[in-house]
């Protein structure tokens, strides 16, 4: 375990955690450097938001000052802006593309086309109208915001070897109504409707050292390798990220993989970093430093792969981290519940610092 954490910027912010406790690092909480500065172009760091930060000033500000990157975290999606069939709802949306524009922040769309969350009225339609909502959201949503997106998940978690079907595929409307061919259809549909933004394939499971997450990541690969052959535009891939802490969990097989991707002709995104710390067996103390650890560890490896060119996490502050809504998780991000850096703040800025031009 390591025992402190040094910055290297001034004597005064020599922090430690162990050894010095928080109330060293709290006193001047509102000083920290902002995280994307400190990669100074390596890669950029931010994290996802939807309408907390356009309403909590606390939090839209802590956004602007850490943040190079955006990612939309939920009213983006398929079912929030299209809760019945004749209606489609932007006006969040257009907020939160508005709110990117003016701390001049690029932003990333999530997601397109998921096979989870979509609405029932969607369910119920015949394969052939399925396809029609398929190219209509597609074309709708890239067009809206046309030369305004940094990039699109385009396909979210296309993945879920559970489900039994041939290939590993996810079930859900997409896949029943046209199988696996709803990606390739995706990804293009979406090149059309913008020629210049980047489009991303998303997915979940891949830092894990299961079976079943060894069929995700050849999946992955395999579908990739298939989009270029293809023809088809892919700028990226998207490693969500969602920590456990554990055996489950491998940093080694993920850096490998990210190798693998490396020979691609693909950006690798670290697209939804957080760690679910409900199941560490500790202190809070002790897990706000083990959770420390593991941003250290996985930001240390991501990094060493020059294909890695952001890391974004799910949300910034604890107050409004999904995991913890969900019973998952106490301290899962860099920022605490009053937008106050937790320990895995300064593992993050010691790491970047390492890793920055
Ligand atoms: C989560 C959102 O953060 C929640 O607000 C929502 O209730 C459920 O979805 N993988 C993804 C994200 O790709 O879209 C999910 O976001 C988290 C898991």
């Known amino acids: ?94 907020r939160l593309i508005d709110f990117a524009a003016e701390a001049a922040i690029p932003v990333r769309g999530h997601c397109l086309i998921w096979n989870e969350g979509n609405p029932e009225w969607l369910k119920r339609l015949s394969p052939a109208e399925v396809r029609y909502w398929l190219d209509r959201h597609v074309a709708e949503m890239v067009g809206r915001y046309a030369g305004r997106m940094h990039s699109w998940d385009v396909v979210n978690e ?36 913008d020629p210049t933004v980047k489009l991303c394939l998303n997915e979940a499971w891949v830092e894990r050292n299961t079976p079943m997450a060894q069929k ?50 693909v950006e690798v995104y670290i697209t939804e970093l957080d760690v679910r710390d409900g199941s560490l067996r500790m202190s809070r103390r002790d897990a706000e430093v083990a959770v420390a650890e593991l941003y250290g560890d996985f930001s240390n490896t991501v990094l060493a792969h020059a294909n890695v060119k952001a890391m974004i996490s799910w949300q910034l502050s604890d107050k409004y981290s999904w995991l913890r809504k969900e019973g998952f998780g106490q301290t899962p991000l860099p920022f605490d519940s009053n937008m106050r850096p937790n320990p895995a703040y300064f593992e993050l800025a010691r790491v970047f610092c390492e890793h920055s031009r």
């Open 216 to 265: 995700v990541r050849q999946g992955l690969l395999r579908t990739v390798r298939n989009l270029l052959d293809a023809g088809a535009r892919i700028d990226a891939v998207g490693l969500q990220c969602h920590l456990e802490p554990g055996p489950s969990m491998s940093l080694n097989v993920l850096s490998d993989f990210i190798g693998e991707l490396g020979e691609l002709p």
């Open 158 to 193: 296309p993945f879920w070897p559970d489900h039994g079907a041939e290939g590993g595929f996810r079930k859900g409307v997409w896949y029943d109504a046209m199988g696996p061919g709803y990606i390739q259809r995706a990804f293009s549909r979406a090149a059309i409707a």
């Open 1 to 94: 375990m390591k025992s402190f954490w040094l910055l290297p910027f001034g004597a005064t912010e020599l922090v430690g955690c162990r050894r010095f406790g928080r109330v060293a690092y709290r006193a001047y909480d509102q000083e920290v450097p902002a995280l994307n500065a400190l990669l100074r172009g390596r890669a950029l760091f931010g994290a996802s938001f939807d309408m907390e930060a356009v309403d909590d000033p606390a939090y839209g500000a802590l956004f602007r000052k850490h943040c190079g990157l955006l990612t939309t975290d939920f009213s983006m999606k398929f079912g929030p802006l299209r809760p019945s069939m004749d209606r489609v709802d932007f006006s969040k949306a257009d």
